[in-house]
């Protein structure tokens, strides 16, 4: 069955890109569960881990709501009327336009931020598709885009990356290169080692120079977990776009949106996005880069 499939996809290739582009949309749209329900849940876990730890000097009655909450449950509903959103409310893209945007019960207006993270998805699947083709490496890196997809909007939302997120793709990525996938085992591990060290001690000599903070620990795991997918040697070149793109958007934050000097900005979404984009074009784009400094 598995084999028929792949060379179907390798004999009609629109097949192949149109079959990656809907699943994509579905995964979209579990996306946005994960999104929104991940911190929530680990929020709740870490409440009751404190008032465990704290259970003689805490009332006795839960100063919030404990019902157990997970990525299936409970069922999804509207926030404004608790309609329960039935399965052709919530096809990807299609429902939000046919629905114009509104629930179906109350007509409470629905973000537009979930289609587009759906599409968004599908487009970012579809580019892996047609970059790497039909084998192993585009289904292990469409894997990896759609954790990015999920890491970019939590951290967006809470300065937040989660370890649920980021370890597992930092082991998956050295188990895939274990047979030199996508690189050789020995670029993988040094990888995922510089990876973290580099950013770690830019943290620490950043708080030894200021008393403060410069960056949460997760961007460590996620420079890491690049290096575990694409080896050490675009690392530079992923810091490098990601520190440019990131000072841009903090300088035009400041100017035009009187974002505060020392209110801090995620840094995650620069790392995810430099990253995916080197896991793509990265040597392309560090041959350029190197040859427009020879000239």
């Known amino acids: 069955m598995l084999e028929n499939t792949i ?13 990656v582009f809907v699943f994509s949309l579905m995964v979209g749209s579990f996306l946005n569960v994960v999104i929104y329900r991940l911190p929530k849940m680990m929020e709740l876990a870490w ?4 008032r465990e730890f704290l259970k003689d000097e805490v009332p006795e009655k839960p100063t919030r709501d404990v019902t157990p909450i997970s990525l299936s449950k409970p069922n999804s509903t509207c926030p404004k009327c608790g309609h329960a959103i039935k399965a052709y ?26 289609p587009l993270v759906e599409f968004v998805t599908a487009l970012l699947g579809l580019a892996v598709a047609s970059h790497f083709g039909v084998t192993w490496v585009a289904a292990w890196v469409l894997l990896l885009t759609f954790a990015l997809v999920a890491l970019t909007m939590i951290d967006l939302d809470h300065m937040l990356l989660p370890d649920q997120i980021t370890l597992p793709f930092l082991w ?17 591990v040094v990888g995922a080692i510089a990876g973290y060290m580099s950013l770690f001690s830019v943290f620490w000599l950043f708080k030894l120079i200021t008393g403060k903070d410069g960056m949460g620990h997760g961007d460590f795991k996620l420079v890491a977990l690049f290096g575990a997918w694409m080896g050490w040697q675009l690392l530079p070149l992923l810091i490098l776009m990601a520190s440019f793109v990131g000072a841009i958007v903090g300088i035009s934050l400041i100017l035009f949106k009187n974002h505060q000097r020392d209110q801090a900005i995620p840094f995650g979404p620069y790392l995810a996005v430099a990253g995916w984009i080197c896991l793509l074009w990265g040597e392309s784009i560090w041959q350029w880069y190197l040859s427009t400094l020879a000239l």
């Open 89 to 114: 409310e919530n096809i990807p893209v299609i429902s939000w336009l046919f629905l114009k945007g509104k629930c179906s019960s109350c007509s409470a207006k629905i973000s537009k931020r979930y």
């Open 7 to 19: 060379s179907a996809f390798e004999q009609f290739p629109w097949f192949y890109l149109g079959t």
């Open 47 to 50: 409440y009751l881990e404190c």
């Open 172 to 188: 998956l990525g050295l188990l895939i290169n274990l047979n030199g996938l996508i690189v050789p085992i020995e670029d993988a």
